[in-house]
């Protein structure tokens, strides 16, 4: 979090604040997201929430800016084109 809001370079960051070097914090952050801990915390707090009944959708908001998009998607039969068409000559 530091480094996304103090937007400094990993090499940057003051280990008195942090607890160890950036460079240390950088690997750690790169070993967990490797190892799947993301996904896992993630849906352990729904779960919590879920069940202290603290988990309001109402304002919920979809992101898919994290999965990759995929060159033409998975289609099937032909693809159709929507670029504009010459317009007819009126001369």
């Known amino acids: 979090m530091y480094v996304l809001r103090k937007g400094v370079a990993w090499r940057d960051v003051p280990s008195e604040v942090v607890g160890c070097s950036g460079v240390t914090a950088w690997r750690r952050l790169r070993d967990w997201t490797e190892a799947g801990v993301w996904p ?3 849906e352990a707090l729904l779960t919590e929430l879920r069940a202290a009944g603290s988990l309001d959708m109402d304002d ?5 800016s994290h999965i ?11 693809r159709r084109w929507i670029a504009a068409a010459p317009a007819p000559s009126t001369m």
């Not at 919920?60 to 898919?64: E, R, W, Y």
């Not at 995929?70 to 032909?78: E, I, P, Q, Y």
């Open 40 to 42: 896992r915390l993630h």
């Open 60 to 64: 919920a908001a979809i992101d898919g």
């Open 68 to 78: 990759r998009a995929l060159k033409w998607g998975l289609m099937s039969g032909r």
